[in-house]
Every structure is written in C-alpha cells, then in structure tokens.
C-alpha cells in the first residue's frame, strides 16, 4: 500500500485513455461496450484517488505534499514546466470530489444517454473533460495548468453543442468558450507577468518567492492577482463574465451535472486557492474577489428566483453559489471555501441528476409550471431532490449544506478581513436561496399532475441520486462549528496547505447568535416559498412577469448589455471590410497599369501622319532645348 | 554532397514524373512520393545521427562547389538545426501534397508531379543557400512552378489569383536582389572581394542608412511571402484558387520562408538597422494577427477563411522573430512547424470538401457532422489547434512567442494576446458554419477514405506531438537560434571589436570608411530622386 500514491498519473491517465481508445475503435463498438468503457474508466479512476489518497495520508501526516514528474514538457530559455503532478490537501479533495461525482454522473449518463445516437461521442467528451479537470487540479505548474483549464473549456463547448443540430446549442457552446477565454486573456497576460518576475510557472516556486519580492500591497502583487481574477471570474462565470452559464444547459442534463458540480465552474475557485499568496499580497484584489462574490450571489440569486426552466434555476443557482465560494475565499475563508465547493458539488450534481430524470421522464419539459405533482410518480426523484434542495437551502442542522454555507455567513463577517456588509448580503442570498429552491421543489413535485412522466428511471439513474443524498447529508459532519463539538477535521487537512483564517471576533455565543439568524433565514426562505407555491393552482404556461420580474428573469439584461456593446460592433467592423480595403489599393494599382497601357497603345496607332507630327514636335522641344540650355 | 544530391533528386524525379505522365497516371504519383520519401528519410537520418547543439559546430553539414568563379558565386549549401526542421517539414507536406492530390488531379499529371517537386526542390534550395546569388536563384525557383500549379489546376478564378501571386512575390523579390547586389558591392568595396557567400558577408560594415535600405529590400520579400498586412493580399486569392496540394505547400512551407529568411539573413546580416526596424516590425505583426482574424471571422468561402488565419498567424512569427531572444525566436520556430501541419490540415479538409460538394461556400454547408463525423473529428483538431488549444503545437508556439515578446513590448503584446480570443471567435464559427447546425443541402457524400484518413492521422500525431514533446524540436533549433539571437544582439555593443576581428587589415580601414560614405550618399540621392 505504501506504494501506492505512485499510481496519481494513472487517476488523470485513465479517463484520457478511455476516450483515446473510445476514438480509436470507432463505429464497430458495441454501446454496452462504450458505456464500459467511458463509465469505467472514470470509476477505475476514483477508486484509485481513494487508493491513492490513503496512501497519501498514511505516508505524510504532515501534509507534505506529492509531486510526481513525468516527463519534460519544455525546455526554453528558463521555462521549463514539467509534465507534473502536485498533490495536497487542496488537490486530493478536488481529485476526490472530480473522480466521485464525475463517475456517479457517468453512470448516470449510460442510462440517460443510451438511445441517443452519439453515445460513443458523448462518452469521449466527458471522459475527456474529467481527464483535463484532473490535470488542472494536480498541475504542479500554470502552464499544465492552463492545458487542463482550456481542455475544460473545450470539452464544455464540445458537450453544451453536444446535439449539434439545433444552432441555438451551437451558440450557446460558442458562447460558453468565447467569454472564458476573455477571462483566459487576462490569465494569459499574468503568466507572462509571472513569468517574466520569478523566470518559473511552478506553482509552489511562485508562491514561496513572492512574498520575498513583492510587497504587501504592491502594485505588481495587485495587477497580477487581478490578471489571474480574470481567469476565474470567466470559468467560474462571476460578475462579470457570468453570461455563458445559464445558456450552457443548452448540453444534455449530465453535462450540465458535471459543469456545475465537479468540473469547469470551479476552476476559478480552485484557481484562487492555489495561487492564495498572491492575492494574500494584494489585499484590493482580496477585496475585490469578496464584494464580487458578494454582488453575483445576490444577482444570480434575483436571476434563479423569475425563472421557469428548472434548469435554468439552477444555472443561476450555481452562479449564486460559487459568488458563496468567492466571497469565503475574499474573506480569507480559504478552508470554507474549499468545504463549499465540496459540499456543493454533491447538492448540485444531485439537483441538475433529479431535473435530469424529471425532464427526460416528461419528455424534454423544462417549464416548472408544466409539471407538478411528481412526487408520488417519481418518488426516489422527489426524495433526493428535495435532499438537495434543503442542501442547498442550508436547513439547519440536518443537511451538509448548513454546515458549509453557515461556516462562510459567520466568518464573511468574523474573519480579519470580514464586514458587516458582507454578512448582510450572504445572507439576504441565503434567504433568496431558500426561496427559490423551494419554489423549484414546489412547482415541480407539488400541486396538480399536467403531464404524465413517460418513462420511469432505472437503477443505473436512481442510484447516483441516492448515494449523492446521502453525501449530501453526512457530508456535513466532517466539519462542525466551534460551537457545536467543534469537529474540524476537514479544515485541520486543508489547513495543511492553505492558511488558517484569523477570526477577529471570538465567542461561541457572537458564533451562536450568527447561527440562529441564519438558520431562522432559511427556514423562513423556505416557509416563504410554501405561502406562495404550496398547491396554488398556475396556468401551465410561462409565469405572467412585471418588468423588473423581467429584468431580473433576462439575467439582469446583461446579454442585452454584451451585444450591443461588444457583439454587434465586432460583427459590423467584420461586414463593413469584407473584401478587405486594402486589396482594393493592390487592384486599383492593376486598373491603373491597364489604363496607361490603354494610354500608351493608343500612340501606336498605325497612322503615319500622326507619326510625323509626334517626331516633329519632339524634334522641336530638343533643339529647342539644347539651343537654349 | 548529400545536400546538392537532395535538391537534384527532388529535381531528377520531377522531370521523370514528368516523363511517366506521358504513359500512365499513376507513375508520376509514385516516382514523386518515392522522390520525396527519400528526401524525408534522409532528414530523419541526419536529424538522429548528427549531433547539434555545440557552439562550434553549428552546420550538420555542408557542401561548397564553384559555380560562376568570376562573380563569386558559389553552390554553398549546409544544413543547421533550423533549416533541418525546415526541410523536414517540407518532405512531410511534400509526402501529404502528392497523396492529397492522388484523387484530385487528373489532368495533365506528369506535368502536375514537375512542378510539384521542383517547388519542393526550390524551396529545399531556400532553405540549404548559403550563397546569397543561390539563394535569389532558389527563391524563383520556387516561384514559376508555383504559378503553374495555381494557374493551370486552380479553381475558378485561377488566372488573377496566379497573376497576383506571381507580381507580388517577384516584385518583391526584385527588391531583395537589389538589396544582394547592393551587399555584394558594398562588401567588395570594403574588403576588395567580390562574393555573395552568406558567411563571409556577415559582418559587412555599412554606414547605417546603406544597411536599413539594403535590409529592407530583403525584409519586404520576406514579409510579403509571410503575407504580413498590408502585403497580404495576395495570400487569399492564391490559397484560394490553388488545388488542395497547391494550398498545402503555400501555406505550409512557402509562407515560412519569408520567416526563415527574416531569422537566416536579415537578423544576422542588418543587426542594427533590425533593431531600428523592429517596433515597426512587432506593430506590424500584431495589426496582421488582428487585422488577419478580423478578416478570417468574415469570410464565407472556406479557403479564403483558412488563408486569413495564416495572415492572423504569421504575425505571431513577425513579432516573434522581432523580440530578439531565445524564447519568442524558438516560439516562432515552433510556429512555423505547428502552423505548416495546423493550416495544412485545415486546407486538406476544406480541399477534399471542396472535391466532394463543388462548393467552398460555408453558407451551403452546415450539419456536415452527420454525415462526415470522421471529418469533422479531424476539422476538430485542427480548428482547436489553430485557436491554440494547449496540448497541441501551435499553442506551444503562440506562448513562447507570447513570452517572449513581452518582454521586450508589454503594451503590444497584450494587443496581440488579443488574437487568441479573435481566434477563438473565428475557428468556432468554421466548426458551426461547416459541421454543426442544421443542414442546408442533402449532400450526399462519403467520409474520408483510408487513403484521406491516413494523411490525417499523420497530421494530428504530429501536431500532439508538437504540443506536447515539443523539446524534440525544440533542442534541435535551439543552438540556431541563439547564434542568431547572439548576433542580432551581441553586435551592439562590440562593433568595434568585430571590425578589429575582420580578416582586411586597418590600413584598409580608412578606405572602407569612406567608401561607405559614399555608398551612404549614393543611396540617398537615389531615395531623393525616387521620391
């Protein structure tokens, strides 16, 4: 066993060989053998974490860290990152949480995906988008890193236009890969920026030279840690680059699982994380990251609360979220963060699993106020999804969601870098977030029945839904407050790589108080969306919405705000210069020959008396020139 | 001697090819591909059994026979790191181009297979030179076969598109010949040998305005072939009309020329009157990757498309070589292997489409993934390398560039890191417009066949390869390159202590001096009357 932590390259390995050998077999492959292959290469995967983990733990119970090289990526003028692999506290538990949720969406997937006739495409591209999440997580370098982070874009493209015929998916996937790689602009200008100040990309080389040469505060410190903001704000689809998500459930509902929970949007938590050091030397951006945070769980909470498409609600609901993750790691909350992410990935690929099942069994039905009276027709559906919806909703005590959304209300407030500000709006969020997610809960499994599902979800569905339930509940318990056992042991293991937080106001009663406001918030949220929704008889139809109810449904206008601004001005300087000016200088040049040529071919005439004229009057102007110069 | 055995057999076959065509259609397909296998094999043998990498020995090989005595010409070839990639890039395409067209030409094929090799042969040549007077040679040399194959197995609007190619790069390259006459005079002045030997040229003391005007002769042959904007514009209608093999070789391997010319003669001969030239140089390679992309994002026939990304490419490779260090200069070495198997890719697929539904119009196409799903797997690959996916080669060219550049222009290198999400924008609407989407036609068309599939194959090995063990080509380009880059920047400094080294003696000195004078003012007076 003690061996066994060699075998990470073999975690990120297997699921690229299963989509290497899922293209090289082709057509001839039976679909009984494309869903073994792609499913099990991902769980061969995460048994294999589990292995390796264990053996990482046993090994070191310092939490010294990992790192397995592989080969020599490059060797030019001082860069010279490795094919190399870092694995941590950090890293192991978003390996874990990758190769789990990722393989019980697999699984799910070969029953959702089986009658669909690109299964065998499906397959490569999401073993493909797990094998690329894992090389970002454990690159022990930003370039491998930043291979891992646009191969996660790819496959989001790849997977959102995964029924490539309808052009609405197209744009939606296009969209989705444009606007991270205007983030990925800025995050390629700070690792040039890097570069060029520590001649490394090493990860842990960068963050231990930092602080000895930049200042605290620096300018230098700022602008790169806002260079890197800029990556994750686009992956992890924060204000202001938040636009592409909602449209991304335009994939398959397991896409959208894998997307939201495990995958892509938590890059950018992950990516700020890692590169903690440097945003701890900018305190601005640090700040910028909170009240970012702070502003897009408020928004994309408004936005998930007028929606209604399920998925849609939840699409917001991860924006709102991750705005929770942002604003813990802005806080300096860095273990929170981390636990969020976690406790998150269980609850939301549960959700977007149950909507899943809930529209493939009415037969693609994503309005809300379409369904109703679900949970006696899909009862294991209903059970989890309501599991995870109270998740979500941070009810107090029982679900894990409680557990980690309560660690940032308290410490967005009592960490050194905390306010009151910042508490109040995580937790009008909280209270949004209850709301809207048992709108969701109401509208579809309650009230009349206006569709009959059509077909029912075998075990290969409901078993992942099950096992995410209860992560969902149990996942909490790893991680108590300071006031109720006080059981730490996941902070205490990321806390081996991350900072501790410095809580600035001490207390278990302050810390008791917090905990009730926020436990009555959600409770209320709750009570709140049952006065509304609770078996009240809506038309089946779109919901009827004031204007600001608008606004707040188009995503707070921001597409609108986007396209005329930035689509429609690159699209007309496009159609204005075609035929591109200035070949029009090299054809004017060709008329231009043509037309002397015509000009001069017309003295060669044939006319004799014209000639004579022509040598008499050049006969003339000589002499006349040498005679008078 | 292998190297003249090189370009004479690429030459031998071509006319043999040529020959052949007479009886059979086939055989001018098989003597070229042999032609070029060997060719091919020979690189790879040179490439694994000679050792690069050592200061002293920067030539692998080279090979020296008196050509016109009396003028100073010589057939001086050698082969460094640099030009060893370079030639094995072009046997690679060269093997691609004849299988591409194995099915597309029919007509006249003997005489299709001379001008093919004798374009290859050509552009060996440019590639071997170290005679600038061989070079000049080599480069038309490359030139009329071309215009033949544009102009005699080219698409619709052939006959401008062959014309436009021919002006553009023969009026340019007039220019450099002037610029090598110009260099050969002043050398002889200075030291009273007459030669256009590259080697003993290095060095060449001007006065500074001679060297900036003979230097942008060359540099504007060159950036025309790199189809740097505003000279571009010839680019698209070329690739455009050419057939598939045509398209492959120019955007493959003639392009890069004008870069290896940049990097082997203007670099190294004009050091100071390229630092002069290279704001100007990196400001035009970064309009030509916007204007480039710019122009990409709005075309509606496919080739044309593919060739506006070359433009939007190229200018990586101009602001690279501009940077002047290690970094951005290997960045554009890579670039111009990754950018020859990318575009080449790109231009077999938009050929073979082309060969199949009569139309290079994206607007017809749409939905093709159905029924091509081989081919849009491969028009995948090749899309995502050229937005510069990381994994694949051209990312790993961009980056370096990137890199590099930086460090000598922040402000327009930022510009230019804008190029990635302008490529972003146009490589994705290749993949909607022609694979994705709702079909407007119902084609009925095959997929690639083994012969497409195993070109293909070849091509996306390669380019994974390049992304992702790019130190294999890498460390063979490397000790080329810092000789460069040690040239272009050491001689700054030490311009006196070079003179001193110059093999004429210091009584000598004087003379040269005022003898540059002279050339000084000879070239202004000639700008004053042509303006």
Redesign the interface.
């Known amino acids: 066993m003690d061996s066994m932590k060699e075998f990470l390259w073999l975690i990120v390995a297997l699921p690229f060989a299963g989509s290497l050998i899922l293209v090289i077999a082709g057509k001839q492959l039976s679909r009984l053998a494309c869903v073994i292959i792609g499913v099990g290469s991902v769980s061969l995967s995460a048994i294999l974490t589990l292995l390796v983990g264990i053996s990482f733990l046993q090994d070191n119970p310092g939490g010294k860290p990992y790192v397995e090289a592989i080969w020599q990526w490059m060797n030019v003028a001082g860069l010279s990152p490795g094919i190399a692999f870092h694995l941590d506290g950090v890293s192991l538990t978003f390996i874990f949480v990758v190769t789990f949720v990722g393989s019980l969406i697999h699984l799910y997937s070969a029953q959702f995906m089986w009658n669909d006739e690109g299964l065998r495409r499906f397959f490569i591209y999401m073993n493909l988008f797990v094998g690329f999440m894992l090389t970002l997580v454990l690159a022990d370098n930003m370039l491998l890193l930043y291979l891992g982070w646009e191969g996660v874009g790819l496959c989001s493209y790849l997977l959102i236009g995964f029924w490539y015929k309808d052009p609405a998916n197209g744009y939606a996937a296009r969209k989705a890969f444009i606007v991270t790689r205007v983030g990925d602009f800025a995050m390629t200008i700070g690792l040039f920026v890097l570069f060029m100040n520590f001649h490394t990309l090493n990860i842990q080389a960068i963050l231990t030279a930092a602080p000895a040469t930049w200042a605290v505060g620096s300018g230098i410190a700022l602008t790169t840690a806002l260079l890197l903001l800029g990556g994750a704000l686009g992956k992890s689809a924060q204000l202001p680059l938040q636009t592409w998500l909602p449209d991304a459930m335009a994939g398959p509902s397991p896409v959208s699982a894998l997307i939201h929970s495990a995958t892509m949007v938590t890059a950018g938590v992950y990516l700020i994380a890692r590169t903690h050091v440097l945003f701890e030397l900018a305190p601005v951006a640090q700040t910028i990251v909170a009240i970012i945070g702070a502003i897009t769980l408020l928004v994309a909470g408004l936005a998930a609360l007028n929606q209604h498409d399920i998925k849609r609600v939840l699409a917001y609901s991860t924006i709102s979220q991750i705005g929770y993750m942002f604003l813990a790691l802005g806080v300096g909350a860095w273990s929170a963060a981390i636990f969020h992410f976690m406790i998150h990935a269980f609850f939301k690929a549960l959700l977007f699993l149950g909507a899943g099942i809930v529209i493939w069994s009415l037969d693609e039905e994503h309005n809300m106020f379409k369904m109703g009276g679900l949970w006696k027709k899909l009862p294991v559906t209903f059970w989890t999804f309501l599991v995870g919806a109270a998740s979500l909703s941070a009810l107090p005590l029982i679900t894990a969601g409680f557990y980690s959304k309560d660690k940032i209300l308290w410490l967005s407030y009592a960490s050194d870098k905390g306010s009151v500000w910042l508490w109040l709006a995580a937790l009008a969020g909280a209270f949004l977030t209850a709301l809207y997610a048992f709108r969701m809960v109401l509208l579809t499994f309650f009230g009349d029945a206006k569709k009959e599902p059509s077909q029912r979800p075998g075990l290969m569905m409901t078993l992942p839904l099950i096992v995410l339930g209860i992560l969902s509940i149990v996942g909490g318990f790893i991680e108590l407050p300071g006031d109720m056992g006080h059981f730490t042991m996941f902070s205490d293991f990321i806390e081996k790589t991350l900072p501790v937080t410095l809580v600035t106001i001490a207390g278990h009663y302050t810390e008791l108080l917090f905990q009730l406001i926020s436990g009555l918030v959600a409770v209320a949220g709750i009570g709140t969306a049952c006065v509304f929704y609770y078996n009240k008889p809506f038309p089946a139809a779109e919901p009827q919405r004031n204007a600001v109810q608008n606004f707040f449904y188009r995503g707070w206008d921001f597409d609108l705000l986007y396209d005329a601004l930035i689509v429609r001005p690159v699209i007309f300087l496009a159609q204005i210069d075609k035929n591109d000016v200035i070949d029009r200088f090299y054809n004017g040049l060709a008329s231009l020959a043509l037309w002397l040529n015509k000009l001069l071919s017309a003295t060669q005439n044939g006319m004799v008396r014209r000639y004579a004229i022509v040598l008499a009057i050049g006969a003339i102007i000589t002499l006349t020139l040498i005679l008078y110069l | 001697m292998i190297l003249a055995a090189l370009i004479v057999l690429l030459m031998g076959c071509g006319m043999l090819a040529w020959l052949a065509g007479r009886w059979n259609n086939t055989l001018p397909r098989i003597i070229s591909l042999a032609g070029i296998s060997v060719q091919l094999l020979v690189v790879v043998w040179l490439w694994l059994t000679h050792q690069r990498g050592s200061a002293s020995t920067l030539w692998i090989m080279s090979y020296t026979h008196s050509w016109i005595p009396a003028f100073g010409i010589h057939i001086k070839l050698a082969v460094d790191g640099l030009s060893l990639l370079m030639l094995a890039l072009t046997s690679f395409l060269g093997i691609l181009s004849v299988l591409t067209s194995w099915k597309e030409i029919n007509k006249r094929v003997g005489f299709f297979h001379f001008n093919l090799l004798f374009v290859l042969a050509g552009i060996a040549g440019v590639f071997l030179s170290l005679d600038l007077f061989l070079f000049y040679f080599s480069w038309e040399v490359m030139l009329i076969p071309m215009y033949f194959l544009i102009s005699i197995w080219g698409n619709e609007n052939r006959t401008y598109a062959s014309y436009?190619f021919f002006l553009f790069t023969q009026g340019s390259g007039l220019l450099m010949f002037l610029s090598i006459l110009g260099l050969y005079l002043v050398h002889g002045h200075n030291t009273g040998v007459f030669t256009f030997d590259y080697e003993q040229l290095l060095g060449t003391v001007m006065a500074p305005q001679t060297a900036f005007l003979l230097m942008l002769g060359f540099v504007i042959a060159f950036i025309v072939k790199l189809s740097t904007?505003?000279f571009?514009?010839?680019l698209?209608d070329a690739h455009t009309q050419a057939p598939t093999a045509g398209s492959v070789i120019l955007a493959g391997l003639l392009l890069k020329t004008g870069a290896y010319g940049l990097i082997r003669f203007v670099l190294p001969l004009f050091p100071q009157a390229s630092h002069q030239f290279a704001p100007v140089a990196m400001l035009l390679g970064v309009i030509s990757i916007l204007y480039g992309a710019?122009?990409a994002?709005?075309?509606t026939d496919l080739k044309r498309l593919v060739a506006y990304i070359s433009v939007s490419h190229m200018g990586f490779i101009l602001l690279g070589i501009y940077a002047f260090?290690?970094?951005a200069m290997?960045?554009v070495v890579m670039q111009m292997v990754a950018h020859g198997i990318s575009t080449g890719g790109l231009f077999i697929i938009a050929g073979t489409l082309h060969e199949r539904i009569q139309t290079r119009d994206i607007g017809q196409m749409g939905?093709l993934?159905?029924r091509l799903?081989k081919m849009g797997?491969m028009g995948?690959v090749f899309v995502?390398a050229s937005l510069g996916?990381?994994?694949l080669g051209n990312?790993?060219a961009e980056?370096?560039i990137?890199?590099?550049s930086?460090?000598a222009n922040k402000t327009l290198?930022?510009i230019a890191?804008?190029g990635?999400?302008a490529a972003?924008?146009y490589s994705?609407?290749i993949m909607?417009k022609v694979?994705?989407?709702?079909e407007q036609k119902q084609w009925t068309i095959a997929d690639f066949s083994i012969r497409e599939m195993g070109i293909m194959t070849c091509l996306v090995i390669a380019i994974l390869w390049l992304g992702?063990?790019?130190?294999a080509v890498?460390t063979v380009s490397r000790a080329s390159v810092l000789e460069v880059i040690e040239r272009v920047e050491g001689r700054d400094k030490t311009q006196s202590d070079k003179a001193d080294v110059n093999p004429r003696e210091t009584d000598h000195q004087a003379i040269t001096i005022t003898s540059v004078n002279e050339q000084g003012q000879h070239w202004k007076i000639n700008t004053k009357n042509s303006n």
């Not at chain 2, 694979?435 to 709702?438: L, S, V």
């Not at chain 2, 992702?468 to 130190?471: A, D």
């Open positions: 436009k904007v505003p571009h514009s010839w698209p710019k122009l994002f709005a075309q260090n290690e970094m290997q960045g939905g993934w159905a799903p797997a995948l995502m996916l990381p994994g990312f790993v980056f370096l990137l890199t590099g930086f460090m290198t930022i890191t804008l990635l999400v972003t924008i994705l609407r909607q694979f994705y989407g709702k992702l063990f790019p130190s890498l």
